[in-house]
């Protein structure tokens, strides 16, 4: 059974840091391509941050030069590391892993708060 479990929000002023991490059971991990959405109130939930296999990543233009997305395989997490952060990266983060032809799962989702 594959599940996720995300950690490490909190509240922070903004120009703080915070790193999320996500922990994967289920073995489905170092074949994952992995991400990190956000949904804040009343706004659809979009991707922030993406990573594949091969380590390519790719992230949205509002967290570019911020926010750094990575992986350690051995450990089976998912981190996004966010610096310099702003009122409107407030959002509820959520964890996603993706496996072609197997399925994508979600975490249960940790909030950050970003107060000015």
């Known amino acids: 059974q594959v599940q996720l479990v995300e950690s490490g929000g909190g509240l922070v002023q903004a120009g703080g840091s915070l790193r999320l991490s996500c922990v994967v059971s289920g073995g489905i991990f170092s074949i994952a391509s992995m991400a990190w959405y956000r949904q804040a109130p009343g706004k659809e939930r979009e991707l922030v941050a993406g990573i594949f296999r091969g380590g390519y990543t790719n992230y949205t233009d509002s967290v570019k030069g911020r926010f750094t997305i990575s992986r350690d395989n051995s450990k089976n997490t998912l981190y996004l590391q966010m610096n310099s952060l702003k009122p409107e990266d407030t959002a509820d983060y959520y964890c996603?892993?993706?496996?072609?032809?197997?399925?994508?799962?979600w975490g249960q989702g940790t909030q950050v708060t970003v107060s000015s």
């Open positions: 996603n892993a993706g496996v072609f032809t197997r399925g994508s799962w």
